[in-house]
């Protein structure tokens, strides 16, 4: 009965390989979020998808793709991993588009490993 | 350019005290600010918020103040238990330029430890 769950919760890879995070969300919320927290542990969005609608791209490199296959899953899809890619990834979900004071409800990470 | 930023990584104090947590920012057109709270192994969790049309906001033992012209926010947490330790992260979102996309811009987090 979690929320937003994340799979895996932890990934060690190896430096120009391809991976996927997945993110589920039962709550019936209509936008989902990827952040990226970093090593000075700043929390940093980068997409926020609305009824599989990208809705915030923030300057993240492309090898970075999000993918919505319906309104409860936002994938994360990255390609030739590098070693700065090593962060927790946090999916979350909020309520609606249109009211940006919608909670948002986090997953517990994904903790991604390059080596 | 970090627009939100939390100085102090850390605050230890004592059960029943007081705690205090402050944030930073430096994006004038922010108006809408958020704490969350984050155990190990978990995602954060939503605490409290404030509006920029407001000065405060209480919710039981916490209270969030925000200082405009200083564009300075704080928590306020008491009395403190030790079930309150945790990882503080301070949040703020332009909700006009954002397009109420919900877009939040995160500091750093602080680490709160509560002890007995």
């Known amino acids: 009965d979690t929320a937003v769950s994340q799979t895996p919760k932890y990934l060690v890879t190896q430096m120009g390989n391809d991976k996927s995070i997945k993110c589920e969300q039962n709550?019936?919320?209509?936008?989902m979020y990827w952040y990226k927290q970093d090593s000075k542990k700043f929390l940093k969005i980068m997409f926020s998808?609305?009824?599989?609608?990208?809705?915030i791209n923030e300057t993240v490199p492309n090898r970075f793709s999000p993918k919505s296959p319906d309104k409860a899953h936002l994938n994360l899809h990255i390609n030739s991993l590098e070693l700065g890619d090593s962060a927790v990834y946090f999916c979350?979900?909020?309520?609606?588009?249109?009211?940006?004071?919608?909670?948002?409800?986090f997953g517990p990470g994904t903790r991604l490993t390059v080596l | 350019d970090q627009q939100v930023k939390q100085n102090s990584p850390s605050l230890s104090v004592q059960e029943g005290r007081i705690s205090i947590l402050n944030c930073d920012y430096t994006n004038s057109m922010f108006d809408y600010f958020l704490w969350y709270k984050k155990y190990p192994a978990e995602g954060p969790t939503f605490l409290i918020s404030?509006?920029?049309?407001?000065d405060k906001n209480e919710d039981g033992r916490f209270t969030v103040f925000l200082n405009k012209s200083a564009k300075h926010l704080s928590l306020h947490i008491v009395p403190s238990q030790p079930g309150d330790s945790a990882v503080y992260f301070c949040?703020?979102?332009?909700?006009?330029?954002?397009?109420?996309?919900?877009?939040?811009?995160f500091g750093q987090g602080t680490t709160l430890q509560v002890k007995p």
């Open positions: 949040a703020a979102s332009d909700l006009k330029g954002s397009g109420n996309t919900g877009k939040l811009i």
């Open positions: 404030i509006s920029s049309i407001k």
């Open positions: 979350a979900s909020s309520f609606r588009r249109g009211l940006g004071t919608d909670t948002q409800y």
């Open positions: 709550l019936g919320h209509d936008t």
């Open positions: 998808y609305n009824n599989k609608e990208l809705i």
